[in-house]
Nanobody, 115 residues
Framework: QVQLVESGGGSAQPGGSLRLSCAAS?????????MAWYRQAPGKQRELVAA???????NYADFVKGRFTISRDNAKNTVFLQMNSLKPEDTAVYYC????????WGQGTQVTVSS
């Protein structure tokens, strides 16, 4: 079965950086999948942060444009989210998701931004 394992969450000060990783297993290749990052803050709905297509095209939510960068390594079945210039409002649980005919979700990793 497909499993997604996230890493890299934690705490950062405003203006700081974190890098999230999400590694997939359970299938020989994920190169055709759309890979994405979502987040969910307490009391709020889960929202799309960024996505990257199989050809490398990217899409970002307005609230992270210019600060976050999504990338993928198909050889390692891994998607990354580089988060710079973090703000307290970026505090949330971050989830990776791989989209094909179905959607696979990671377990989530906490990101906390505070001084």
């Amino acid at each position: 079965q497909v499993q997604l394992v996230e890493s890299g969450g934690g705490s950062a000060q405003p203006g700081g950086s974190l890098r999230l990783s999400c590694a997939a297993s359970g299938r020989s290749s994920f190169s055709l999948d759309v890979m994405a990052w979502y987040r969910q803050a307490p009391g709020k709905q889960r929202e799309l942060v960024a996505a990257i297509g199989s050809g490398g095209s990217t899409n970002y939510a307005d609230f992270v444009k210019g600060r976050f960068t999504i990338s993928r390594d198909n050889a390692k079945n891994t998607v990354f989210l580089q988060m710079n210039s973090l703000k307290p409002e970026d505090t949330a649980v971050y989830y990776c998701a791989f989209h094909t005919s179905t959607v696979y979700w990671g377990q989530g990793t906490q990101v906390t931004v505070s001084s």
